[in-house]
């Protein structure tokens, strides 16, 4: 409670500092005209605000700084000018001496715990598992700190999680939790979108990332996806020495990509080109993909590429995939009706419920950018045209588009001419032709034999329950239509010995009168109604 509170007024002081108490009365603007300069009033506000919010995120550390990254990576969430000043979160903080470390080392390879020794122990025996250990971090953020080491003479970068780290993120996020209401209003968070939901998916989030050796599997996954490719690597896991708080992988040599600047172009185009593949593979054939794939997690080697930094990654269920390649297809074959049908799907709404021409224009115009346009960052022009129409796009999808959006940046650092459209149009025809193989076919009908030869073996029981079915349907008809005839026929009987009795009881009293004429007619009479009667009588026994 006093963790909570103390927090609170914190948390306070930063909001007073920054004067973000102003935003909550000032409506964040999504439809009006700008240019990508962001020149016009509106713009120049929405950006002092937006860097405004981010020193306030930087200030409030780990839980806000990842709450804006991931705000950033939600173009549907928030303008464009919020989530490009939110992307320029630093996650760079002061590094830790090594002794400041010792509570995350606790346990590893059976060292002692700090309730026996103090902390100059507990790291003298860490340090003793390695042939060298560089002290100095050559990195370090709020979650972790990297270190440059040896192992049986091999380099290695040894990720260490900083302590404390889970009881800051929870009362943080007790906090973000009691503050939605106000986020909302902040956020400018539309009504089609579940604040609940983003939450929910960014606590998950930090649950992850604060788990190494979530990081880990997720870096030997990445090494199987890439197990064939000689041009993108992935750094191997020494499993043996990994631990929640420790993660030890194999060193990557290699340089960033704004320090290539004296290379040829034909080389930057070629790197341009890996990046791209790559990452286009990781999406759209596996599905798996990195979420942070900044210039700074991408390091170019003479062999080709090299991926780093693992803690986050996206996935994507084969159904939105199958969806976001139709759009891609309908967009790459310039189709406005393929592409339309897919976004449709995609943001799971009907045709009814947009204005279908207007809608088809503008698909029209983002068609002509993605194919035509050089130079020019394209992929946030789906979460455009969303907010356009309120459309809900899968959070996948919006956090996706920003990872995409992010490769597509650096691509154009290497490339100015670059176009993702040029190395989706490869990736379309490997996956179409997978899609529709015979193999695939096969592979589909072998992992579904056994819930067809099921079908097929209750296929005669099955028959047999219907033609019982439909014979029980019958024979209850046919008692309710004989119930119907006894039922008109009783009624016609009852009818006709009504009209006998009527003539019987006519002809008794004309019989009984004393003059000749109408006493014979009366007495034939009774004799026909008797007679009668017994032909009726006999007719229904």
């Known amino acids: 409670m006093f963790k909570k509170t103390r927090r609170y007024i914190s948390i306070t002081k930063v909001f007073f500092k920054y004067n973000l108490f102003s935003l909550l009365y000032k409506d964040i603007q999504q439809n009006y005209v700008s240019n990508k300069k962001g020149t016009c009033y509106i713009d120049v506000e929405m950006q002092k605000n ?74 003298s025996e860490f340090l003793s598992n390695f042939d060298d250990f560089k002290r100095k971090p050559i990195a370090s953020a709020s979650i972790a700190q990297v270190y440059e080491a040896r192992i049986d003479g ?11 780290l889970i009881d800051q993120i929870n009362v943080d996020l007790a906090i973000i939790n009691d503050l939605k209401p106000l986020m909302k209003k902040m956020g400018g968070f539309g009504d089609n979108i579940d604040i609940d939901d983003f939450l929910d998916e960014f606590q998950d989030m930090l649950n992850k990332e604060v788990d190494l050796l979530n990081e880990a599997r997720n870096i030997k996954r990445f090494e199987e996806l890439f197990a064939e490719s000689h041009d993108v690597h992935i750094p191997a896991v020494h499993d043996e020495y990994c631990t929640e708080s420790i993660l030890v992988m194999d060193y990557m040599e290699g340089i960033l990509v704004k320090d290539l600047e004296t290379t040829d172009q034909k080389t930057r185009s070629k790197y341009a080109h890996i990046i791209s593949s790559s990452y286009l593979n990781q999406v759209y054939l596996h599905g798996f993909y990195h979420a942070d794939p900044h210039s700074g997690n991408i390091l170019l080697r003479d062999d080709g590429i090299a991926f780093i930094d693992f803690g986050a990654v996206g996935l994507i269920d084969s ?52 194919n035509f346009a050089l130079g020019e960052r394209q992929n946030d022009s789906y979460a455009n045209l969303a907010l356009k129409y309120n459309l809900s796009l899968p959070s996948d999808f919006s956090t996706l588009e920003r990872s995409l959006l992010i490769v597509e940046g650096v691509c154009l650092e290497l490339d100015p001419r670059f176009n993702i459209i040029e190395d989706a149009k490869r990736l379309i025809f490997i996956v179409m032709t997978k899609r529709y193989s015979p193999f695939r076919a096969g592979e ?98």
């Open 50 to 123: 937006a860097r405004k919010l981010r020193l306030a995120f930087e200030d409030l550390g780990v839980t806000f700084i990842k709450l804006g990254q991931i705000m950033s990576k939600r173009p549907d969430l928030l303008p464009l000018d919020y989530t490009r000043e939110l992307s320029q979160l630093q996650n760079k903080v002061r590094p830790l001496e090594l002794e400041e470390m010792a509570e995350s080392l606790e346990g590893f390879r059976a060292s002692c715990s700090i309730a026996e020794a103090d902390a100059s122990t507990v790291v």
């Open 154 to 164: 091999k380099k290695v970068a040894v990720k260490i999680a900083k302590p404390g």
């Open 319 to 370: 159904e939105l995939r199958r969806n976001m390649l139709n759009l891609f297809y309908g967009i790459y074959k310039k189709n406005v009706d393929i592409a339309f049908d897919a976004f449709l799907k995609i943001a799971d709404i009907n045709k009814e419920e947009i204005n279908v021409h207007k809608f088809k224009v503008d698909l029209d115009t983002l068609i002509s950018i993605q």
């Open 444 to 541: 589909y009908f072998l992992l579904e034999g056994d819930r067809y030869l099921e079908i097929f073996k209750n296929l005669p029981q099955g028959v047999n329950d219907v033609i019982e079915t439909i014979r029980g349907y019958r024979i209850e008809k046919l008692e309710e239509k004989t119930r119907e005839i006894k039922h008109d026929r009783m009624i016609d009987a009852l009818a006709k010995y009504v009209f006998l009795s009527i003539i019987l009881v006519a002809s008794a009293y004309l019989a009984s009168q004393s003059e000749g004429s109408l006493a014979t007619l009366g007495i034939a009479g009774f004799v026909v109604a008797i007679f009668m009667f017994g032909v009726l009588f006999l007719r229904n026994q």
